[in-house]
């Protein structure tokens, strides 16, 4: 069974620009997750989607942050206008079924995104 | 959600078990165990969660007194392969609270 997956891996791009991440939950997982780790920070909830509806977006850090989930399946994570402090590891990570299950989530690579 | 104390890091031997200890005072009724692995470029993984007493399977045990205030990892005859961070995460995450809260972690470092 394929795992999560991101793309890309990594994201070199300069301040003011715009740039989108990709996540691939696994197959048939309901639930999707947006998470982030700053430089030197800790890992950090950004946004929960349960199928194509937002759960939770509580730790969306502003409004250049935008996630989607169109058809409930793959989603993207869009940041526009990047600035410098965006730059860190952004996760993605899936889980099948509500409840006690939410603990399981299964995390992909993370895409690593460098703002200069 | 219930703040969480582990070690920053510990330092094993191939082949020794590891016991990686988690404080959690306010830990409330409906809060449960949850630890996470994380390999260096990896997302974190799930290992095991537990509410109270002893949870085992096949990767880790995990131990939980009685006053449920702190929790034991435990990893068997640990490999360089267990070289990663873990995490200690509390919290009632039934329903639909599926934001996982993860704190510093412990750093082990496995060596021959």
């Known amino acids: 069974e394929a795992g999560v997956t991101q793309f890309p891996s990594h994201s070199v791009i300069e301040k003011g620009q715009t740039v989108t991440l990709r996540c691939d939950p696994i197959?048939?997982?309901?639930?999707l997750y947006w998470y982030r780790r700053v430089m030197g920070k800790e890992i950090k909830f950004l946004l929960h989607?349960?199928?194509?509806?937002?759960?939770?977006e509580s730790g969306m850090p502003n409004n250049r942050f935008l996630a989607e989930r169109t058809g409930g399946t793959y989603s993207t994570l869009k940041v526009q206008p990047a600035e410098l402090e965006d730059s860190g590891v952004y996760f993605c990570?899936?889980?099948?079924?509500?409840?006690?299950?939410?603990?399981?989530?299964?995390f992909g690579p993370g895409t690593r995104l460098t703002v200069l | 959600l219930a703040k969480t104390t582990q070690p920053i890091s510990m330092d094993s031997y191939e082949g020794q078990e590891v016991n990686i200890t988690c404080s959690h005072n306010n830990i409330a009724t409906n809060d449960y165990i949850t630890w996470y692995q994380q390999f260096p470029s990896q997302g974190p993984r799930f290992i095991i969660q537990?509410?109270?007493t002893k949870v085992t399977n096949e990767v880790a045990s995990l131990f939980i007194p009685a006053d449920r205030k702190s929790s034991t990892l435990s990893l068997p005859r640990v490999s360089l392969s267990d070289t990663a961070v873990y995490y200690c995460?509390?919290?009632?995450?039934?329903?639909?609270?599926?934001?996982?809260?993860f704190g510093k972690g412990t750093k082990l470092s496995v060596k021959p």
């Open positions: 990570a899936s889980s099948p079924t509500s409840g006690r299950a939410l603990t399981e989530q299964f």
């Open positions: 197959s048939g997982h309901d639930n």
């Open positions: 989607f349960v199928k194509e509806s937002k759960q939770d």
């Open positions: 995460l509390v919290g009632d995450y039934g329903g639909s609270q599926g934001n996982l809260i």
């Open positions: 537990g509410y109270k």
